[in-house]
């Protein structure tokens, strides 16, 4: 049977729905992740470690290890403050305010922002300048804070939030600034000059075996760009 072309056009374009309609799947429904249940499998004084019992978005159950500190306090989603202290001098060059120490769990020194605990009762704010004070002996004033955010979110629930302060080092207290360290506690205090902040970093990793805290490069990477990367636009290269 031989069919005029305008009919075999309507019979052709039938076919290709009636393919479509065959293969399309039906979209999967989906689900808010959410959590179960969490079980202690082992405490110790300052970390835990629990599994997590969990439904992901296909609707399937899973379980994940998941790593907390006992020391979160209530009221507060926060469990640290990172400290980004800025030391400002007459006729020196701003400078930030680091710290380096021996950590038992990384088996070296790491550099980082002086950094601690938030206690009961305390603000992030207020954390931020007793832990200033006690790691490094500066006071400061604080002009900025974070959200609070995750460090490991794949490995634990811990928290912090990074509090900006400045440092008036013209002050008597921050000229010859006294730590205020714990029993057990050995802190070196670094000044890195802002403007060279990365290439600082770099030539001491060079020097010795210290790991880098991620924040504290990522905060050097930051400062590269807002130095010299304006620089580099072809417009200003003319």
């Known amino acids: 049977m031989h069919l005029p072309p305008g009919q075999i056009t309507h019979?052709?374009?039938?076919?290709?729905?009636?393919?479509?309609?065959?293969?399309?799947?039906?979209?999967?429904?989906?689900?808010?992740?959410?959590?179960?249940?969490?079980?202690?499998?082992?405490?110790?004084?300052?970390?835990?470690?629990?599994?997590?019992t969990y439904v992901d978005r296909a609707g399937s159950t899973?379980?994940?290890?998941?790593?907390?500190?006992?020391?979160?306090?209530?009221?507060?989603?926060?469990?640290?403050?990172?400290i980004i202290a800025l030391l400002k001098r007459t006729l020196h060059k701003d400078s930030v305010v680091?710290?380096?120490?021996?950590?038992?769990?990384?088996?070296?020194?790491?550099?980082?922002?002086?950094?601690?605990?938030?206690?009961?009762?305390e603000s992030a704010e207020a954390a931020a300048l007793r832990e200033l004070k006690e790691e490094t002996g500066y006071k400061g004033e604080v002009v900025g804070i974070t959200p609070v955010t995750c460090l490991d979110p794949g490995l634990s629930n811990c928290t912090t939030q990074m509090v900006l302060v400045n440092i008036n080092g013209d002050e008597g207290e921050n000229i010859n600034p006294m730590q205020q360290l714990g029993d057990g506690?050995?802190?070196?205090?670094?000044?890195?000059?802002?403007?060279?902040f990365q290439v600082q970093i770099d030539d001491l990793l060079k020097k010795e075996k210290t790991i880098v805290d991620t924040k504290v490069y990522i905060f050097a990477m930051g400062m590269v760009q807002a130095f010299f990367k304006p620089r580099e636009l072809p417009v200003l290269k003319q």
């Not at 899973?62 to 990172?82: C, L, M, S, Y």
């Open 11 to 52: 019979v052709a374009i039938k076919i290709v729905r009636i393919v479509k309609m065959s293969n399309f799947e039906e979209p999967k429904a989906t689900t808010a992740p959410h959590i179960v249940k969490e079980e202690l499998l082992a405490a110790g004084k300052w970390v835990k470690l629990e599994t997590t």
């Open 62 to 82: 899973r379980v994940w290890e998941t790593v907390k500190r006992t020391t979160r306090q209530t009221n507060t989603e926060a469990d640290a403050v990172g």
């Open 98 to 121: 680091m710290v380096k120490q021996f950590r038992p769990p990384m088996g070296c020194h790491t550099l980082e922002f002086p950094a601690g605990l938030i206690d009961e009762g």
């Open 185 to 196: 506690e050995f802190v070196e205090v670094i000044l890195l000059p802002l403007d060279e």
